[in-house]
């Protein structure tokens, strides 16, 4: 009877291990939230279309180009503090220039104003937007709010929602921006996602924005459509001891004549030394195969002359060296190792020397 109990549970453990997730509001960026991310090279970021159910996406091999930080404020603390008086939403600066078309008009200084709304709906939306029209800061009300995610949120889900905003008819200045569009979300997807960043179950959606923008003047409008879809990958986990908040992973790009092209790739990140060893590819001056990547416990290579007596670090995302020693060719044996089980998981480089000459090895310990 004890032997029954125990495989039942065994059982329901791993039923709910292979569930879908739930994600809610409190999954979402609050006020005063920092987060870091990295932009990586739209190319080494394969195959992001794929998707199923109880899915493994490795997008481990993601190369980081530069890193940015995505910073909530309040909106008391922004230019347009006193047209969005909320102590308990949040504003992002999404643009330092949206439109320039000197001498007609520049769209600056651009920020959305977020706000939890656990009524109906149950949403994470877009509660308006500020920018400065030729200088002049300007609320962009919306009177019909874009609700970025609708919750609660888990597979399989579909919502198609509506969008309208515009900055007010003032006397101050000539031009009115508008913006009216759809929204259109689908949980197409569950499972576990890795990044450099660490791994962690999530819900994979697509979202497809079509939007009709225009600029309008006295004498003339300018309208200008703005058609994108992104790929995102959302979790409700903490990822080396950090809350996520925002997609672990984001593909984002335009759509024109239903053909998608990415143009940007960011993940969740811990700091990058971007300037040093830390994150520079093998470029092949110490001919070295090390695998598999992510990596458990054990780093392989495999064994030539070449590598005898070259030197190896182990340093972490920030420049800190965690391990060093010399590689030692053991006759008779085809491959090597070098213990990475003391390591936490994460983002590592092997930092390679040999007779001046420097070589590096980036890989995720699982």
């Known amino acids: 009877m004890k032997y029954i109990f125990t495989s039942l549970c065994l059982v329901t453990g791993m039923l709910c291990a292979q569930s879908p997730i739930t994600l809610s509001n409190t999954n979402m960026p609050s006020n005063n939230d920092t987060l870091r991310y990295s932009s990586a090279q739209v190319s ?41 008086l909320s102590f308990t939403g949040s504003a992002e600066k999404v643009a330092d220039t949206l439109l320039n078309v000197p001498p007609l008009v520049t769209l600056t200084n651009y ?3 977020y706000k939890k709304s656990t009524s109906n709906p149950n949403a994470y939306l877009a509660d308006g937007a500020g920018l400065s029209i030729s200088g002049i800061p300007l609320p962009s009300y919306y009177t019909d709010k874009d609700e970025i995610y609708n919750f609660p949120m888990t597979y399989p889900k579909y919502d198609s929602t509506t969008f309208r905003f515009s900055t007010p008819n003032s006397t101050l200045t000539p031009f009115v921006y508008s913006s009216t569009g759809s929204r259109a979300t689908r949980v197409d997807g569950w499972g ?3 990044t450099p960043f660490g791994s962690a179950p999530c819900l994979r959606l697509v979202s497809n924005v079509y939007a009709k923008d225009s600029i309008k003047t006295s004498l003339i409008s300018i309208p200008f459509t703005n058609n994108t879809r992104s790929y995102q990958w959302l979790t ?10 925002i997609p672990m992973l984001e593909v984002s790009g335009t759509v024109f004549n239903g053909t998608f092209t990415p143009t940007q790739v960011r993940y969740r990140d811990n700091y990058l030394n971007l300037n040093g060893v830390g994150i520079r590819e093998m470029d092949g001056a110490i001919p070295a195969v090390f695998y598999p990547n992510p990596v458990g416990d054990q780093l392989q290579y495999l064994q030539h002359e ?14 800190k060296v965690l391990d060093a020693g010399v590689i030692r060719i053991i006759n008779g044996q085809a491959t090597g190792n070098i213990s990475v089980r003391q390591l936490v998981p994460g983002l590592y480089t092997l930092s390679l020397e040999k007779n001046g000459v420097t070589d590096a090895f980036r890989f995720v310990k699982q």
Do not use: C, H
Request: proline share 4%; no cysteine.
């Open 192 to 194: 576990t996602i890795t």
């Open 306 to 319: 070449q590598l005898e007596g070259v030197n190896y670090r182990i340093v972490d995302a920030g420049g």
């Open 111 to 113: 920020y959305l104003f």
């Open 236 to 245: 409700n986990a903490q990822v080396n001891g950090k809350n996520v908040r």
């Open 44 to 84: 080494s970021v394969g195959n992001y279309t794929q998707t199923g159910t109880n899915y493994n996406w490795n997008f481990s091999s993601l190369v980081p180009v530069s890193q940015g930080v995505r910073e909530f404020k309040s909106p008391l603390s922004t230019p347009y503090a006193i047209f969005f």
